[in-house]
């Protein structure tokens, strides 16, 4: 059995998500004042060589595409990546994933399940029209995608309630205005603001124009929001794993210059989480060799080769598979 097919069932209904251990998830572990976790990887990969790779990052994108609205969404600060994420795992696999909003809507309670498995039907699936052959192919249904609109709406959904999955109360989600008694599909595809309707389209077209082209391009293996073998250890889990590349989609608006524009950061914790996506595939079951950054407000793709990556932020030591020894033995040893 394959470890991609293995952990699978982590992020399954019926299964619990988190780790047992003291580990929280590794994005929160990085932000974490004083973390161990962070400290564990400022030793290993130096201040000036991240500095470097952040500042050639900043240097190659160009001018900010897809600002905010100046008209709340009515979500929370991370629900329009949510469900941007939502869609784009959509677009590339014609179905959506319903692992995470599943563990959300049974949180929730009442018919909230129930509604979930009717906007999944109002959605379906479709073939997606790229290079995909064979058993990488999924299930289809009809030929072409469904309308816009119901996809965004549909997305913005799904993100609610994996916010809800990961751990939000569902008293200060939009969500809490729903009747868990009688709550239906129609209620969760109403929830969407006009101005989060228009946000998503705006970003989508970023990436049709951009990165599934490049998805497309590699039709082998698709993993949608894969787990790792050491996110037994360490909650993570990433976008998308496509024929050995690592995707991370972001729609972060960047830094404010004086004048008030923007320019695109790379985060250093950014940077770090999709790093450690890499080392948690402790048996090298995706075979990540690439890794791929996605802003889609900046309509701009960086790629890194594993290796280079490792060598430009001076890794100690560099071979990937002592690297991910070392950081196993952490992780266990300060569980």
């Known amino acids: 059995m394959s470890t991609a097919k293995k952990h699978d069932k982590l992020s399954g209904v019926g299964y619990d998500i988190l780790p047992s251990g003291a580990w929280s998830s590794l994005t929160n572990s990085l932000k974490a004042k004083n973390s161990p976790l962070k400290t564990w990887f400022f030793e290993r990969f130096p201040s000036d060589s991240r500095k470097a790779v952040i500042q050639r990052y900043r240097d190659s994108v160009g001018p900010l595409l897809v600002p905010a609205s100046a008209v709340p969404t009515g979500g929370g600060s991370g629900t329009i990546g949510g469900s941007f994420d939502h869609l784009v795992r959509y677009l590339v696999r014609g179905q959506p994933d319903m692992r995470l909003p599943t563990v959300g809507a049974l949180q929730f309670g009442g018919r909230m399940p129930a509604a979930l498995e009717e906007l999944s039907c109002a959605l379906g699936k479709y073939s997606p029209e790229s290079h995909w052959t064979g058993s990488n192919r999924p299930p289809l249904r009809a030929a072409r995608p469904p309308d816009s609109r119901l996809i965004a709406c ?166 990937l598979a002592n690297l991910r020894s070392e950081f196993e033995r952490f992780l266990c040893r300060n569980m």
């Not at 101005?195 to 989508?204: G, H, M, N, P, S």
């Open 154 to 319: 549909s997305c913005w959904a799904l993100a609610l309630l994996t916010e809800v999955g990961r751990g939000v109360p569902p008293g200060g989600s939009p969500l809490a205005r729903l009747d868990p008694r009688t709550v239906n599909g129609e209620d969760l595809l109403g929830l969407a603001s006009p101005t989060a309707v228009d946000q998503l389209a705006e970003l989508r077209a970023q990436a049709e124009s951009v990165l599934l082209p490049a998805l497309w391009a590699r039709s082998d293996f698709w993993e949608v929001g894969p787990t790792f073998a050491g996110s037994e250890l360490l909650n993570a889990d990433a976008d998308l794993v496509a024929y050995g590349t690592l995707v991370e989609i972001k729609t972060s608006l960047g830094q404010k210059r004086r004048d008030g524009s923007r320019y695109a950061t790379l985060e250093t914790e950014t940077l770090l989480q999709i790093i450690g996506y890499v080392l948690l595939d402790f048996e090298d079951g995706f075979a990540i060799r690439e890794l791929v950054l996605f802003n889609a407000r900046y309509r701009h793709l960086a790629t890194w080769q594993v290796i280079d990556l490792l060598k430009e932020l001076g890794a100690r030591p560099v071979e």
